[in-house]
Each structure stands twice: as structure tokens, then as C-alpha cells.
């Protein structure tokens, strides 16, 4: 199971790092990422991490201003968020494949087969 926390209000230019945690398994292997779902939108990727080769992909929206990582235990991922603007308010999920991905499917939805409940980021103008 995936356990997603951090989300919060914060202000256009803030920054919140968001945490997702692995109940009975580590991330060191296979991939990692984050996904957003907006009122009324889509589910939209944001980010994401192979864990063997450590490369990391990004929306076009959030290059430069996310990243993603792990903690040395590999229990732990993160999503750090900085220059936060009002169009990034949304629910943010966290989700996982235990099988690596090829790098054209890393910003796919379906590519990931556990997934967290989501924590809810509101950034105010």
C-alpha cells in the first residue's frame, strides 16, 4: 500500500514537499511517480523516477520547478514543489510499478499498478 501526506494551502510562489510512503515494500526497484487529477480535469502526469537508472521525468509543466526523489532507506518518496502557481492545485497521487518501465512509458498512467489515495495541494493566487 501507498500512504500519500503533505498536501496543504500554500500560496502562488510557495513551496510543500509531498511524501509517499510504501507499507511492506521498498522503492529500489522498477518506477516511481506522481500524477494530479484537477477539479473536473483528467488525471495528468507530473513526474516520475526509474529506479535503476535514476532518471527522472517531468511534465513540461512542472520542468524546473518539482522534483522527485527517495530516501536512502528507499521507503520514502518525495515530491518537492517549488514556485507553486494556482493552475498546480489539484489532488496529487503517488504510484508505482514493481517492474521497470521504458523510458516512452514512464509518463503513463497505466504504466503504474499501485497507487495512493492522494493529498490534496490548493494553491491560493
Known amino acids: 500500500q501507498l500512504q500519500a501526506s503533505g498536501g496543504g494551502l500554500v500560496q502562488a510562489g510557495g513551496s510543500l514537499r509531498l511524501s509517499c510512503v510504501a507499507s511492506?515494500?521498498?522503492?529500489?526497484?522498477?518506477?516511481m511517480g506522481w500524477f494530479r487529477q484537477a477539479p473536473g480535469k483528467e488525471r495528468e502526469f507530473v513526474g516520475s523516477?526509474?529506479?535503476?537508472?535514476?532518471?527522472?521525468y517531468y511534465a513540461d509543466s512542472v520542468k524546473g520547478r518539482f522534483a522527485i526523489s527517495r530516501d536512502n532507506a528507499k521507503t520514502t518518496m518525495y515530491l518537492q514543489m517549488n514556485r507553486l502557481k494556482p493552475e498546480d492545485t489539484a489532488v496529487y497521487y503517488c504510484?508505482?510499478?514493481?517492474?521497470?518501465?521504458?523510458?516512452?512509458?514512464?509518463?503513463?498512467?497505466?504504466?503504474?499498478?499501485?497507487w495512493g489515495q492522494g493529498t490534496l495541494v490548493t494553491v491560493s493566487s
Open positions: 523516477l526509474d529506479a535503476w537508472t535514476r532518471s527522472t
Open positions: 504510484a508505482t510499478r514493481g517492474r521497470r518501465i521504458v523510458a516512452s512509458a514512464m509518463n503513463l498512467a497505466w504504466s503504474f499498478d499501485h
Open positions: 511492506g515494500r521498498t522503492f529500489d526497484s522498477g518506477a
